[in-house]
């Protein structure tokens, strides 16, 4: 790891400061993508601005028909919420899959969205709600806010203060996880909101994607039947170590299926 500056702002306010005073500063979440990185000085940030004290970046809202969660509230607090687990199940489903109990316990929203791995869980759920990422300048809608492999819609000294998930009338989440590490090698969130019936994949493809032949099938009939003979494209789906580009191709309708099963109950 190489020499870095460190601050720990006690505010938003300062943190945005910190983090525009330095061209190469770089935002520190719960670390465990960041630090690792930094380790194998594939990082190398000149300073490091660690949002661990900013404490009105952590928390769950009820906000009239959705629910805002800051961006510094971990995977771990996301799982055990009361609001989660009572308005949107599947996110709290989703966030008790990530990773192990160390993972979750520091990783954070914020952290993982702005990340944007491939395999993440979270972009997955705010595609498939149909979320916006709040900043300490705007609202992006997730459709426009993942845009490539470890790529966003950030700009240089923005960042993520939450995050508001649209309450759905059901949803589930189902990923079919890479042994060691928990990461989806395909993952599906499939949701039924006030604006329609969303599907996001991740870990498919180089970036999470929504498939607009299931939403269709589903807004007509909401059962995992309705997806018999969907198929989706294998020429933009990734092929690794883990499962090729045809495997992760079979996955999808099947993990959809049951993403769809566990929407209702089943
Ligand atoms: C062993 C292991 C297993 C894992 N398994 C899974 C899994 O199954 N599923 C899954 O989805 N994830 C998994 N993860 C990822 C993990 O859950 C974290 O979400 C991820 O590492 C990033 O979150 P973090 O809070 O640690 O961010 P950090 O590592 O601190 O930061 C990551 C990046 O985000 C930036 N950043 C952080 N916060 C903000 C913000 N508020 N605004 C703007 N930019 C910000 C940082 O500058 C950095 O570039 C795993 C990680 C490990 C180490």
């Not at 997955?124 to 979320?131: E, H, S």
């Amino acid at each position: 790891m190489y020499a870095f500056n460190y601050h720990k702002p006690a505010s938003l306010a300062d943190a945005v400061a910190k983090l525009a005073a330095a061209p190469d500063a770089k935002l520190l979440a719960g670390g465990q993508t960041l630090v690792a990185a930094m380790k194998l000085r594939l990082a190398a940030p000149s300073d490091l601005v660690d949002l661990g004290a900013v404490n009105e970046l952590r928390g769950v809202k009820v906000d009239g028909n959705s629910l805002v969660v800051g961006a510094m509230t971990t995977h771990a607090a996301v799982a055990a919420s009361t609001d989660v687990r009572g308005k949107i199940p599947a996110l709290a489903h989703l966030a008790e899959g990530i990773g192990d109990r160390m993972v979750r316990n520091a990783g954070t929203l914020g952290g993982s969205v702005a990340n944007n791995d491939p395999a993440a869980d979270y972009p997955a759920g705010l595609v498939g709600l149909g979320a916006t990422v709040i900043t300490q300048k705007r609202r992006i809608a997730a459709d426009d806010f993942f845009r490539g492999m470890y790529e966003t819609a950030l700009e240089p000294g923005e960042i993520i203060t939450g995050v508001s998930f649209p309450i759905p009338k059901r949803a589930g989440y189902v990923k079919f996880p890479n042994p060691a590490s928990r990461y989806a090698i395909v993952g599906v969130f499939v949701a039924e909101t006030g604006s329609g019936v969303r599907v996001a994949v991740t870990g498919a493809g180089p970036v999470v994607f929504r498939v607009p032949a299931m939403e269709k099938a589903l807004s007509a009939s909401f059962s995992a039947d309705a997806l018999k003979g969907i198929a989706v494209d294998v020429s933009s789906l990734n092929g690794d170590m883990h499962a090729s580009a045809e495997y992760r191709a079979h996955l999808v309708p099947v993990i959809a299926k049951r993403a769809v099963e566990q929407a209702l109950g089943r």
